[in-house]
């Protein structure tokens, strides 16, 4: 008997996985992330980008059967999904699977809600079918890191397109072979490039990936079918869009070792790769004789990925939550780095301006991604080096609970729904108790 393909397998995985075997901390990181989600949701429902999207899709909706966060207009399923996943990931503080660069909640969970929602689906079905697409999303991430990402594919969208579908196909409760069928589908509509990170079409593709992986799953569920083979076959989704895949990584362990239970939460809304320039530029502000009009030039070292992503002119605040220069000057200038550091007034302020020209990035492949060396020289001569390889909110040094609840409640606020903020808190902490999603989207809308 032929060994199974990878769609096959991650369907067998998908279908046949159960809630009661899930270990005790991977549901508790499956809510961790949604709080982080849906609080990264709630802080961008004024914002202009989000506003239109909800007035594009508006124009393009069926029956409005799901929540939009923060709204008070409800959208079809698929329409619901494009626009929280374009709120949750607009800012660049949603959650990070650092080995991949995937942001897996943003693509998967508002397919998941919408879904769930239209059909009366339990709490405990929807984080259950979280990780099953985080795990789909991650996995095949791994498979095709790091050409995929090299050759321009925005891995978030592409591979959430993925997870998406998994996720959907599990709420839908598809067997082994129309799950496949839906991881297949995906393959074919799984799209989205770097090259536009800092533009507007950065959301077109985020958007999508939910609300290709509702459509996959529907039309696996139709009995429509994809190639056996559709992700790593000789002409599939892998090959043409990077390397070989690594057929390991989406196989061994699948089900035992779980890649979504390394998701990581942002303490700054800014590329993960730029948090360790910031924790370094932080601690050289705290040393003694540390001042900015006294720092006459700051090299910041890090690897490939960092310098590609960062270092680049900052003229909006899209590039200032991708740039090396804003960063340092944020953790060297102001000493904090916030949402509002990373916004127009930030951006313009001549302050930090003038502080970037300062900054200079330099390569060192000897360094781990995530990781970041920033020096400074003084005005005396003095030079004064820090290194960070674990920086707050990584793997090594998670965020607490405590932490993700302040950090939900400061984007509370700035969607203008502080006085829910307990109250959601408290009904996403609770979910995998919950009968259906009434409650919860009744808070969120």
Same mark, same amino acid.
């Not at 998994?166 to 799984?190: E, F, H, K, P």
């Not at 507007?200 to 290709?212: D, F, M, S």
């Given at each position: 008997?032929?060994?199974?393909?990878?769609?096959?397998?991650?369907?067998?995985?998908?279908?046949?996985?159960?809630?009661?075997?899930?270990?005790?901390?991977?549901?508790?990181?499956?809510? !961790?992330?949604?709080?982080?989600?849906?609080?990264?949701?709630?802080?961008?429902?004024?914002?202009?980008?989000?506003?239109?999207?909800?007035? /594009?899709?508006?124009?393009? *909706?069926?029956?409005?059967?799901?929540?939009?966060?923060?709204?008070?207009?409800?959208?079809?399923?698929?329409?619901?999904?494009?626009?929280?996943? /374009?709120?949750?990931?607009?800012?660049?503080?949603?959650?990070?699977?650092?080995?991949?660069?995937? %942001?897996?909640?943003?693509?998967?969970?508002?397919?998941?809600?919408?879904?769930?929602?239209?059909?009366?689906? *339990?709490?405990?079905?929807?984080?259950?079918?979280?990780?099953?697409?985080?795990?789909?999303?991650?996995?095949?991430?791994?498979?095709? *890191?790091?050409?995929?990402?090299?050759?321009?594919?925005?891995?978030?969208?592409?591979?959430?397109?993925?997870?998406?579908?998994?996720?959907?196909? !599990?709420?839908?409760?598809?067997?082994?072979?129309? =799950?496949?069928?839906?991881?297949?589908?995906?393959?074919?509509?799984?799209?989205?490039?770097?090259?536009?990170?800092?533009? &507007? +079409?950065?959301? @077109?593709?985020?958007?999508?990936?939910?609300?290709?992986?509702?459509? $996959?799953?529907?039309?696996?569920?139709?009995?429509?079918?994809?190639?056996?083979?559709?992700?790593?076959?000789?002409?599939?989704?892998?090959?043409?869009?990077?390397?070989?895949?690594?057929?390991?990584? @989406?196989?061994?362990?699948?089900?035992?070792?779980?890649?979504?239970?390394?998701?990581?939460?942002?303490?700054?809304?800014?590329?993960?790769?730029?948090?360790?320039? @910031?924790?370094?530029?932080?601690?050289? !502000? &705290?040393?003694?004789?540390?001042?900015?009009?006294?720092?006459?030039?700051?090299? /910041? &070292?890090?690897?490939?990925?960092?310098?590609? !992503?960062?270092?680049?002119?900052?003229?909006?605040?899209?590039?200032?939550?991708? =740039?090396?220069? %804003? +960063?340092? +000057?944020?953790?060297?200038?102001?000493?904090? &780095?916030?949402?509002?550091?990373?916004?127009?007034?930030?951006?313009?302020?001549?302050?930090?301006?003038?502080?970037? =020209?300062?900054?200079?990035? /330099?390569?060192?492949?000897?360094?781990?991604?995530?990781? $970041?060396?920033?020096?400074?020289?003084?005005?005396?001569?003095?030079?004064?080096?820090?290194?960070?390889?674990?920086?707050?909110?990584?793997?090594?040094?998670?965020?607490?609970?405590?932490?993700?609840?302040?950090?939900?409640?400061?984007?509370?606020?700035?969607?203008?729904?502080?006085?829910?903020?307990?109250?959601?808190?408290?009904?996403?902490?609770?979910?995998?108790?919950?009968?259906?999603? *009434?409650?919860?989207?009744?808070?969120?809308?």
């Amino acid at each position: 008997m032929p060994d199974p393909t990878a769609t096959e397998a991650l369907g067998r995985f998908v279908a046949e996985s159960r809630w009661e075997d899930v270990p005790e901390t991977l549901r508790r990181e499956a809510a !961790r992330s949604l709080l982080n989600h849906v609080g990264c949701a709630l802080g961008t429902a004024r914002d202009p980008a989000v506003r239109t999207a909800l007035q /594009v899709m508006h124009g393009l *909706s069926g029956m409005p059967v799901a929540t939009v966060f923060g709204q008070e207009t409800r959208l079809d399923a698929m329409g619901a999904a494009f626009v929280n996943a /374009v709120a949750a990931n607009l800012l660049d503080y949603d959650d990070t699977h650092l080995d991949t660069v995937i %942001h897996p909640a943003a693509p998967i969970a508002p397919a998941l809600f919408a879904l769930a929602e239209q059909h009366g689906l *339990s709490g405990a079905a929807v984080l259950h079918a979280f990780l099953l697409g985080g795990e789909v999303a991650c996995r095949i991430g791994n498979a095709v *890191s790091p050409g995929h990402y090299a050759r321009g594919w925005h891995i978030t969208a592409t591979c959430g397109a993925f997870g998406a579908a998994a996720g959907c196909a !599990r709420l839908l409760v598809l067997d082994s072979a129309r =799950s496949a069928q839906a991881i297949g589908i995906a393959s074919t509509q799984a799209a989205g490039t770097v090259e536009n990170l800092p533009t &507007a +079409a950065k959301n @077109i593709g985020v958007g999508n990936a939910p609300r290709h992986g509702i459509q $996959a799953a529907l039309f696996a569920a139709a009995g429509w079918e994809a190639a056996p083979a559709a992700i790593e076959g000789a002409l599939g989704w892998a090959r043409a869009s990077g390397d070989a895949p690594d057929m390991a990584a @989406i196989l061994g362990g699948l089900g035992t070792r779980w890649e979504i239970g390394r998701n990581t939460y942002k303490p700054y809304p800014a590329g993960i790769v730029f948090h360790a320039v @910031i924790d370094a530029c932080l601690e050289l !502000r &705290a040393r003694p004789g540390v001042v900015p009009d006294a720092i006459t030039a700051v090299t /910041v &070292a890090g690897d490939a990925l960092l310098l590609a !992503r960062g270092d680049r002119v900052v003229r909006t605040a899209r590039d200032s939550r991708v =740039s090396i220069h %804003h +960063a340092a +000057a944020l953790g060297l200038v102001r000493g904090r &780095a916030g949402v509002e550091e990373f916004e127009a007034p930030a951006v313009t302020d001549p302050a930090l301006a003038a502080f970037r =020209s300062r900054v200079s990035a /330099v390569l060192d492949a000897g360094l781990p991604r995530g990781a $970041a060396r920033v020096a400074i020289r003084l005005a005396d001569g003095r030079e004064e080096v820090a290194t960070v390889t674990t920086p707050r909110g990584s793997e090594a040094r998670p965020m607490s609970d405590a932490a993700l609840e302040a950090k939900f409640a400061e984007n509370a606020a700035l969607g203008g729904v502080a006085d829910r903020a307990a109250a959601q808190i408290e009904a996403l902490w609770t979910l995998d108790r919950a009968p259906d999603l *009434s409650r919860l989207m009744a808070l969120l809308a």
